[in-house]
């Protein structure tokens, strides 16, 4: 099993500015900093702090941004690719890069011009009252010519990256729509057309308040519920409600649709897949078996479990007819619960083979 050193969660991604807000920002502390004492040495500091303070400003915005970038080698494969399926990758990481550049552009004008600043001399020794004013005034102006040209250079560095800092800001909005799903916690995918019953077995078999989560290109939300096991080790397994994912045959989708829901491939787990047995059953058998059919070609690495759910009102020649169409395509019988997750028949059994399957498997 891969470890990835980080998860991605939606939740936790930066915030970026853009170059307006952090030019504010600059703006109103640079407003406050006021000369403290009085003659020329407190109003070289003054300029030096300007400087500073534009130069702490810029750089911890700039860092903020870098330092919490997507580090996509270190992701997990499920997020990797429905990352790569939201936004333009190639050119997130490209405007990454762009500001590390310009971090180290910021950092060689700072040093620069704060020794311009420091090293600037002026001797004021035998020199009389009037010239020594003038002589104070002409040093400070150059300071301050300094400061300026400092400032500017500065600021035009981070504003030529405006464009980056929203194509970086934009990829945070669209990336908001990938769930938290612990991508190597082991998990139980519970797919199946709709009204089969997924959701009635997901709350049956989990314990916590399910969470719900949006998946990207789907309309619906993805209900993400637990299991605590104590032995033989504690592990939490993850049991996912696929509603709008796994409920229709796969090759309506397109294309990016399709890989969205393909990235579940990389998540660790077994799929159940349900079958509505009963006598009101919405979809047929054979529209029921063939979203199976296609799921089990899709997630041909993948252990999947069949269950012909709501057997409490179904008839045993319906029962009988959904068994040997499923064993026709290939599910040994072994992998063929019936169950009725309303009222809780077998579901315990299916639970038991799944969880052991789920700590046994190198899925
Ligand atoms: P989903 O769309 O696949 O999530 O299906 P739901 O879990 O929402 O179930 C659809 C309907 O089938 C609900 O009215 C459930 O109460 C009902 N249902 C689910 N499982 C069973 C079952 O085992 N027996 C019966 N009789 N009804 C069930």
């Given at each position: 099993?891969?470890?990835?050193t980080?998860?991605?969660?939606?939740?936790?991604l930066?915030?970026v500015?853009?170059?307006?807000?952090?030019?504010?920002?600059?703006?109103?502390?640079?407003?406050?900093?006021?000369?403290?004492?009085?003659?020329?040495?407190?109003?070289?500091?003054?300029?030096?702090e300007?400087?500073?303070l534009?130069?702490?400003?810029?750089?911890s915005?700039?860092?903020?941004v870098i330092?919490d970038a997507?580090?996509?080698n270190?992701?997990?494969?499920?997020?990797?690719?429905?990352?790569?399926l939201?936004?333009?990758?190639?050119?997130?990481?490209?405007?990454?890069?762009?500001?590390?550049r310009s971090?180290?552009?910021?950092r060689?004008f700072f040093?620069?011009?704060?020794?311009?600043?420091?090293e600037?001399?002026?001797?004021?020794?035998?020199?009389k009252?009037?010239?020594?004013k003038?002589?104070?005034?002409?040093?400070?102006?150059?300071?301050k010519?300094?400061?300026?040209?400092?400032?500017?250079?500065?600021?035009?560095t981070?504003k030529?990256k405006?464009?980056c800092?929203?194509i970086?800001?934009?990829?945070?909005?669209?990336l908001?729509?990938?769930?938290?799903?612990?991508?190597d916690?082991p998990s139980?995918?519970?797919?199946g057309?709709?009204?089969v019953?997924?959701?009635?077995?997901?709350?049956?078999?989990?314990?916590?308040k399910?969470?719900?989560a949006?998946?990207?290109?789907t309309t619906?939300?993805?209900?993400?519920?637990?299991?605590?096991?104590?032995?033989p080790?504690?592990?939490?397994i993850?049991?996912?409600?696929?509603?709008?994912?796994?409920?229709?045959?796969?090759?309506?989708?397109?294309?990016?649709?399709?890989?969205?829901?393909?990235?579940?491939?990389?998540?660790?787990?077994?799929?159940?897949?349900?079958i509505?047995?009963s006598?009101?059953?919405?979809?047929?058998?054979?529209?029921?078996i063939?979203?199976?059919?296609?799921?089990?070609?899709?997630?041909r690495d993948?252990?999947?479990?069949?269950?012909l759910?709501?057997?409490?009102?179904?008839?045993q020649?319906?029962?009988d007819e959904?068994?040997?169409?499923?064993?026709?395509?290939g599910?040994?019988?072994?992998?063929?619960?019936l169950?009725s997750?309303?009222?809780?028949?077998?579901?315990?059994?299916l639970?038991?083979?799944?969880?052991?399957?789920?700590?046994t498997?190198?899925?």
């Amino acid at each position: 099993m891969n470890n990835y050193t980080e998860v991605f969660n939606a939740r936790t991604l930066p915030y970026v500015p853009t170059y307006d807000e952090i030019l504010k920002k600059i703006q109103n502390r640079y407003r406050k900093l006021k000369v403290k004492g009085k003659g020329w040495r407190s109003r070289k500091r003054l300029e030096l702090e300007r400087i500073e303070l534009v130069y702490n400003i810029l750089l911890s915005e700039i860092n903020k941004v870098i330092d919490d970038a997507i580090d996509m080698n270190k992701l997990h494969p499920f997020y990797r690719e429905l990352i790569k399926l939201l936004i333009n990758h190639n050119e997130y990481e490209r405007c990454i890069n762009e500001l590390k550049r310009s971090r180290k552009l910021l950092r060689r004008f700072f040093i620069r011009y704060r020794s311009l600043v420091k090293e600037k001399r002026i001797n004021l020794e035998e020199v009389k009252e009037e010239e020594r004013k003038r002589l104070i005034f002409r040093y400070l102006t150059e300071i301050k010519k300094i400061r300026r040209e400092a400032i500017g250079r500065m600021l035009s560095t981070v504003k030529r990256k405006r464009k980056c800092l929203e194509i970086i800001k934009k990829s945070y909005i669209a990336l908001r729509n990938i769930p938290s799903i612990n991508a190597d916690a082991p998990s139980i995918i519970v797919a199946g057309m709709p009204q089969v019953g997924k959701s009635t077995l997901v709350s049956k078999i989990s314990s916590a308040k399910p969470e719900v989560a949006p998946y990207p290109f789907t309309t619906k939300s993805i209900i993400i519920g637990h299991i605590r096991i104590e032995k033989p080790y504690e592990t939490l397994i993850q049991v996912i409600d696929t509603p709008g994912l796994l409920d229709r045959p796969l090759s309506e989708r397109n294309k990016i649709e399709l890989q969205a829901i393909l990235a579940l491939r990389h998540l660790r787990g077994i799929i159940i897949y349900l079958i509505d047995t009963s006598i009101n059953r919405y979809y047929s058998f054979r529209e029921q078996i063939n979203v199976l059919k296609e799921i089990l070609d899709a997630f041909r690495d993948k252990e999947i479990i069949v269950a012909l759910n709501k057997i409490d009102e179904a008839t045993q020649r319906d029962i009988d007819e959904a068994l040997k169409q499923v064993i026709e395509i290939g599910i040994p019988r072994d992998k063929i619960f019936l169950i009725s997750a309303l009222h809780g028949y077998n579901v315990k059994t299916l639970l038991d083979v799944v969880l052991n399957k789920l700590l046994t498997c190198k899925c």
